[in-house]
């Protein structure tokens, strides 16, 4: 069974910066993790991910700005936010693969996905 936490959300302005963490029990390195957001008008979409091969992969309207990694240990999934933006707003959840390997930008993809945390709030003003 795989736990997943997510901290770090908050209300920021514009062009403001929030770190998310993702605290993960009992995944592997071998795991996919990515970060998804959902909004009231729309479905949840993949924002960042870490394939099983360890390579990061953005949804083009966070290139640039987010940054997602791993701790050595491979427990923590974190997203580095930069220069928000309004449209940043959303509920983020973190989430695991743990069903074969996923390769490339496949890993954004939430259907990949069987493990989902409760999710943290991200809200950007303008």
């Known amino acids: 069974q795989v736990h997943l936490m997510e901290s770090g959300g908050g209300s920021v302005q514009a062009g403001g910066s929030l770190r998310l963490l993702c605290n993960s029990e009992?995944?592997?390195?071998?795991?996919?993790m990515g970060w998804f957001r959902q909004t009231l008008v729309n479905e949840r979409e993949g924002v960042a991910a870490i394939d099983s091969y360890g390579y990061a992969y953005y949804t083009d309207s966070v290139k640039g700005r987010f940054t997602i990694s791993k701790d050595s240990s491979k427990t923590t999934l974190y997203l580095q936010m930069d220069d928000l933006k309004p449209e940043d707003t959303g509920r983020y959840f973190c989430?695991?693969?743990?069903?074969?390997?996923?390769?490339?930008?496949?890993?954004?993809?939430?259907?990949?996905?069987?493990?989902w945390g409760q999710g943290t709030q991200v809200t950007v003003s303008s």
């Open positions: 009992n995944t592997a390195s071998s795991n996919s």
């Open positions: 989430a695991a693969a743990t069903d074969g390997r996923i390769r490339g930008r496949a890993a954004l993809l939430s259907a990949q996905y069987n493990y």
